[in-house]
């Protein structure tokens, strides 16, 4: 019994580390784990993102995204809303991997 316990909890904290970096483009708001906005400038971004080709290129919550085919297959669902207003996180894609980071750190809660 104390096994199946401490199990239990095991597998409850390993979901909690687990970061959102797969992730899926729904069609309507309503649907949506974080709203974001496509700034026009590195500087205006909370999140300077980069889309990798694999899967297995996401890790850690670094602004390193893939963007699955099916919504089961992804950790956060995202909505890209038309004005900045409307936005839970503001997101720059950069051209380089190397230029994935964090601005605003306060944000960050958004992706885990």
Do not use: E
Not at 43 to 50: E, K, T
Not at 56 to 84: A, C, E, H, P, R
Request: charged residues 20%; hydrophobic residues 45%; positive net charge.
């Amino acid at each position: 019994m104390i096994l199946k316990i401490q199990i239990a909890v095991l597998m409850f904290f390993a979901t909690k580390l687990v970061v959102a970096q797969k992730i899926f483009s729904v069609d309507y708001a309503s649907q949506a784990d974080i709203k974001v906005f496509v700034v026009d400038y590195q500087s205006q971004a909370d999140l300077c993102v980069y889309k990798v080709d694999f899967k297995s290129q996401t890790k850690g919550n670094q602004g390193l995204w893939y963007f699955v085919d099916y919504k089961s297959q992804s950790d956060k669902t995202i909505f890209f809303v038309d004005y900045k207003s409307q936005a839970d996180l503001l997101i720059y894609f950069v051209d380089y991997q190397s230029q994935a980071k964090w601005n605003k750190k306060s944000k960050m809660h958004f992706l885990h």
